[in-house]
């Protein structure tokens, strides 16, 4: 986990108290890497003082000077990104956010021809240049059938879990750029007419979109300017708590976009910039399966992906901890990778959980399959109800992007 200077001393198991600000000198513009503007990991090892300090308390204490993670930022930038509908398929407005949040820590960026954003480091070595990928991609719907009684039947763009849709509030968003509200019903779902309301399964036959404006036939609700094909966001009804839990829809894989703009954010505030030539995917396809490869550079040799962890009877994961993944539905991730991140986190002070995921799959096992040959490994937040209405807390979200900023400046 990462700390603040600005406590002055803090206890770093050397049995003595160590100024932080001992370590200020090292940030400035005077160990500025030629041409990359920032210092490796590495540089602050020549710092260290003869004496008084063990090697874990020194690797804790540099790892807490060189990264202060803001949780601020990372709640704004999660609720802001949440709050910008980006469902398979009609995910601009999402892809145009994050390219704003890199344009103000100033790393270029560009869109790939079928939709995503890649980020781009030159880094200070380019001998075993890595990729990082998060994906913008959420749940979400399109009209599939306007009813003869106005109302609305859905297609489900991906992976949606019917059930936690009903009741929800969507807005539809027509070709003319009108949106329109409505909320999913259970079709004939009032329980004084229908005595089966509450047992009937929920699913794409049995829930409807009700549109909250004047119609009762298909002809009404195209004069709204409603077609088949519309998209269809699902509210996602974003809190965060004191408490550090952060409950919302969408958190897959939102909450890892926002941990990797607050993991560079904290090296532009310090002035590091990645060890390593680095390219990061913010892909657009991750939950229909085939974002993983869109535009990062043939000649990685690492992949680390970043989509939520999951949690529930016999995980090994929690909400307030970050996950690496030795196993999905797709297979192992790679040994060597996996086993380097875990000592980074170690290292570090994270308490990383290893786990296994039984019905999983990411942008890593889809970046495999077409083809890509870098080392791969999966880490991410806890989150509880995944596909529903999740959940997450701060601390794996700042653990997450502690460990991704420890990655990049790690040689
Ligand atoms: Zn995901």
């Not at 940030?27 to 874990?56: F, M, N, Q």
């Not at 490994?377 to 109800?385: F, H």
Request: glycine share 10%; net charge negative.
């Amino acid at each position: 986990m990462v700390g603040s200077g600005e406590t002055g001393f803090i206890e770093c198991g050397a049995d003595v108290p160590i100024c932080i600000s001992a370590l200020h000198p090292l940030t400035p513009s005077s160990l500025l890497a030629k041409g990359g503007g920032g210092i490796a990991a590495s540089e602050y090892a020549r710092h260290r003082p003869s004496t008084g300090v063990s090697d874990t308390a020194w690797a804790k204490l540099t790892a807490m000077a060189q990264f202060e993670i803001s949780t601020d930022y990372l709640k704004q930038v999660l609720e802001d990104l949440i709050n910008t509908p980006s469902p398979t398929g009609d995910t601009d407005w999402a892809v145009r956010f994050v390219q704003n949040e890199l344009e103000t820590m100033e790393v270029k960026s560009h869109q790939t021809v079928k939709g995503a954003l890649v980020a781009h480091f030159d880094g200070l070595k380019d001998s075993t240049p890595r990729a990082l990928t998060a994906h913008v991609d959420t749940l979400g719907a399109v009209v599939s059938e306007i009813k003869a009684n106005g109302r609305l039947k859905l297609s489900a763009l991906n992976g949606v879990c019917w059930p936690t849709v009903e009741s929800e509030g969507v807005t539809i968003r027509t070709q003319s750029e009108r949106q329109v509200r409505g909320s999913v019903v259970l079709t004939n779902g009032a329980v004084h007419v229908n005595k089966e309301a509450g047992t009937t399964a929920r699913n794409a036959d049995t829930l409807e979109v009700r549109i909250d404006e004047e119609t009762s036939s298909s002809e009404e609700t195209r004069l709204l300017g409603i077609e088949v094909g519309d998209y269809v966001y699902f509210d996602p009804r974003f809190e965060s708590h004191n408490s550090g839990y952060i409950r919302s829809r969408f958190l897959d894989d939102k909450a890892c976009v926002a941990c990797v703009l607050a993991a560079f954010k904290a090296l532009h505030e310090t002035g590091i910039t990645p060890v390593q030539r680095t390219d990061v995917l913010f892909s657009v396809h991750e939950e229909v399966g085939h974002g993983g490869n869109d535009g990062l550079p043939t000649d990685i040799s690492e992949l680390v992906v970043l989509d939520m962890a999951v949690i529930g009877e016999g995980r090994a994961g929690s909400e307030q901890r970050c996950s690496i993944c030795i196993k999905d539905s797709s297979g192992p991730y790679s040994r060597a990778l996996t086993d380097r991140l875990r000592s980074l986190a170690s290292t570090a002070g994270i308490d990383l959980k290893p786990d296994v995921y039984p019905y999983y799959g990411s942008d890593g096992s889809a970046y495999w399959r077409q083809g890509g040959q870098a080392q791969v490994a999966l880490i991410g937040p806890g989150v509880d109800t995944s596909h529903g209405y999740e959940r997450t807390h701060i601390d794996a979200l700042v653990d997450t992007a502690a460990l991704i900023a420890e990655y990049l400046v790690s040689d």
